[in-house]
Structures are given as structure tokens and as C-alpha cells.
């Protein structure tokens, strides 16, 4: 079957950068994506690792290791609104890879 | 944008009813997918269907069925409502893997609350 593994909560300050790690186990692999939940809302999609190495998109930044089955959501600048749930999910062979499983969710505080 | 539209956005059910979570989505997504989702468990794949009146089991479709007669609209159904069914339920709409790219990512509703008393 597959897992993923990622903390359950983060603390940090406003303007600080934090990092979200994911350790993962599945059959087969084809990427590691990251969503956004605020409380009360849908989950959003963040970004996306089909192969190693770093992705950027403004301040969000995601990394990937497929060797050590492990990847990363990198927050700069962290802003009070960033305060949220953030969730991995691997895309493994299941059905062509079009099925996510996701991990438990990583619940982001944002201090002033 | 992508607009995936949930029926309820809270509900209350007696234990044995039978209960139906609709779901509609406009992006013409052949992939569509029900969740539920329970403190630091994530989000758990009830069903997964990939077409009309196709569907695939995920990891706990126990005391679920689906339905999907048209591409657009996918509802789940809890045949018989037990107090262990209380949870967020989310709605999930994508195109195929591979189909202008190896990602694609999914589009969620806002979620019903569903409680069983």
C-alpha cells in the first residue's frame, strides 16, 4: 500500500521561511504534489514534483527526492494568511496514476 | 476556473437512512473523486470514477456506493447511515493524468459536513 509521513504542525513568525517535509512509500511513483486547506475552505493545489529537484512558484518552492522518497513545501516570506493546513499526496500506479493518496495534513500557525 | 459545486454545505441524518452528497462539476473532467476527510487522518479515497457509470474503490469504500449517469454530476450514497460515517465529506474533479501534461491537478468543493446522529 502506500503512506506518507509529514508533521503534524508547524509554528513560525511572520516574514520567517519554514519547511514541510513528506517521506512517502508507494508502488510505483509518479509525483509528489502539495495542497492548501484554510480552515473551512477546499482543498487548493500548491505545486508540483514529477522529477528530482526543486520547483518555484513565488514564494512557495517544492522539492523532490525520489531516491530517498522524500520531498519538501518551502514557505518564504510567510505571511499571517498562510496559516493553514498543507497536505502531500503521491500520484503512484493505481489506475495510470490518476488517483492521490494524501498524507495527514500539516497544520501551518503563522505568528506576528 | 473550475467550478466543482457540492449540494449541502452542512447536513444532519438519523443512523439507518439512506443519505445521497451530490456533486456537479463544469470543466467537462472525466475524473471525478469523493473523499472524507478526519483529523489527522487527511483526506481518505472513498471512490474514484473515470467516466460515465465507471468507478474504482479506494481505500475505504465500506458503506458507500456511487453513481455517476452523467459526466458532470457524481453522487455518493451511505445506504444505511451509522454514527462512525460523521465526517467531512469532500468532492474532487481532474482531467486525465497525461492529458496535456503528467499532472493534473484535482479541483475540490467545499466540502459537506455530515453529521449522523
Known amino acids: 500500500g502506500q503512506s506518507l509521513e509529514q508533521p503534524s504542525e508547524v509554528t513560525a513568525v511572520e516574514g520567517a521561511i519554514v519547511q514541510i517535509n513528506c517521506t512517502y512509500q508507494?508502488?510505483?511513483?509518479?509525483?509528489l504534489s502539495w495542497y492548501q486547506q484554510h480552515d473551512g475552505g477546499a482543498p487548493t493545489f500548491l505545486s508540483y514534483n514529477g522529477l528530482d529537484g526543486l520547483e518555484e512558484t513565488g514564494r512557495f518552492s517544492s522539492f523532490l527526492s525520489r531516491s530517498d522518497s522524500y520531498g519538501y513545501l518551502l514557505l518564504q516570506e510567510l505571511q499571517m494568511k498562510d496559516s493553514a493546513s498543507y497536505f502531500c499526496a503521491v500520484r503512484d500506479e493505481n489506475n495510470a496514476g490518476n488517483m492521490l493518496t494524501f498524507g495527514g495534513g500539516t497544520r501551518l500557525m503563522v505568528k506576528p | 476556473d473550475v467550478k466543482v459545486t457540492q449540494s449541502s454545505r452542512y447536513l444532519v441524518k438519523r443512523t439507518g437512512e439512506k443519505v445521497f452528497l451530490e456533486c456537479v462539476q463544469d470543466m467537462d473532467h472525466e475524473n471525478m473523486f469523493w473523499y472524507r476527510q478526519d483529523p489527522g487522518l487527511g483526506l481518505r479515497l472513498i471512490y474514484f470514477s473515470y467516466d460515465v457509470k465507471m468507478k474504482e474503490k479506494g481505500d475505504i469504500p465500506e458503506g458507500y456506493s456511487v453513481s455517476r449517469e452523467k459526466k458532470e454530476r457524481f453522487s455518493l450514497i451511505l445506504e444505511s447511515a451509522s454514527t462512525n460515517q460523521t465526517s467531512m465529506y469532500l468532492c474532487?474533479?481532474?482531467?486525465?493524468?497525461?492529458?496535456?501534461?503528467?499532472?493534473?491537478?484535482?479541483?475540490f468543493g467545499d466540502g459537506t459536513r455530515l453529521s449522523i446522529l
Open positions: 474532487a474533479s481532474s482531467l486525465p493524468r497525461g492529458q496535456g501534461g503528467s499532472n493534473q491537478p484535482q479541483h
Open positions: 508507494t508502488s510505483g511513483f509518479y509525483g
